[in-house]
T-cell receptor
Framework: GENVEQHPSTLSVQEGDSAVIKCTYS??????FPWYKQELGKRPQLIID?????GEKKDQRIAVTLNKTAKHFSLHITETQPEDSAVYFC??????????FGKGTRLHILP | DAGVIQSPRHEVTEMGQEVTLRCKPI?????LFWYRQTMMRGLELLIY????????DSGMPEDRFSAKMPNASFSTLKIQPSEPRDSAVYFC???????????FGPGTRLTVL
């Protein structure tokens, strides 16, 4: 089955700097890669996703990149703000519809 | 729409007791997922349903766990008997077949003493 590895587990960046979170997946049949953000005590919420026929996608300060050959995908947050502090989960999904999540990255934005 | 609804929000019970967690998916959604979240293991998929039919229960940890979806608007996750290691936050999520986005409920924080 699919296995998703996520790094780093914890990341601290100065406010205004960029943050990058990286994930790898094992199943070459995976074709959908969402990223979820979970604030403390809240539910995970989708922030951006990418499909395997696209290499990059941007939404304001957030971008995702996908390298299908290497089975890598990454989340990039630019001009980080205090409200970006949260746990971020990458995930991968193949044709059988279930999503497998990475272990999460706790992002701290330092003042 | 109120979103995915879960009850109870918090549950504290003693080891050996039966625990039932409830979920109401977003109206019209075809898929329902149950997840367990712990610090050590992250967000684990336990089981998911499509049109009320269980599709994959390979994530259910053992026979003490069972899940049902008697109709399109209700699902339960039952633990019997409960053990301290079952303490976690349990999330229910639902989605439409034509879209991949899963919408999570607020979760049930379970503590087994």
């Amino acid at each position: 089955g699919e296995n998703v590895e996520q790094h780093p587990s914890t990341l601290s960046v100065q406010e205004g700097d960029s943050a990058v979170i990286k994930c790898t997946y094992s199943d070459s049949a995976s074709n959908y890669f969402p990223w979820y953000k979970q604030e403390l005590g809240k539910r995970p919420q989708l922030i951006i996703d990418i499909r395997s026929n696209v290499g990059e996608k941007k939404d304001q300060r957030i971008a995702v990149t996908l390298n299908k050959t290497a089975k890598h995908f990454s989340l990039h947050i630019t001009e980080t703000q205090p409200e970006d502090s949260a746990v971020y989960f990458c995930a991968a999904s193949n044709r059988d519809d279930k999503i497998i999540f990475g272990k999460g990255t706790r992002l701290h934005i330092l003042p | 729409d109120a979103g995915v609804i879960q009850s109870p929000r918090h549950e504290v019970t003693e080891m050996g007791q039966e625990v039932t967690l409830r979920c109401k998916p977003i109206s019209g959604h075809d898929y329902l997922f149950w997840y367990r979240q712990t610090m050590m293991r992250g967000l684990e998929l336990l089981i998911y349903f499509n049109n009320n039919v269980p599709i994959d229960d390979s994530g259910m940890p053992e026979d003490r766990f069972s899940a049902k979806m008697p109709n399109a608007s209700f699902s339960t996750l039952k633990i019997q008997p409960s053990e301290p290691r079952d303490s976690a936050v349990y999330f229910c999520a639902s989605r439409l077949a034509v879209y991949n986005e899963q919408f999570f409920g607020p979760g049930t924080r379970l503590t087994v003493l």
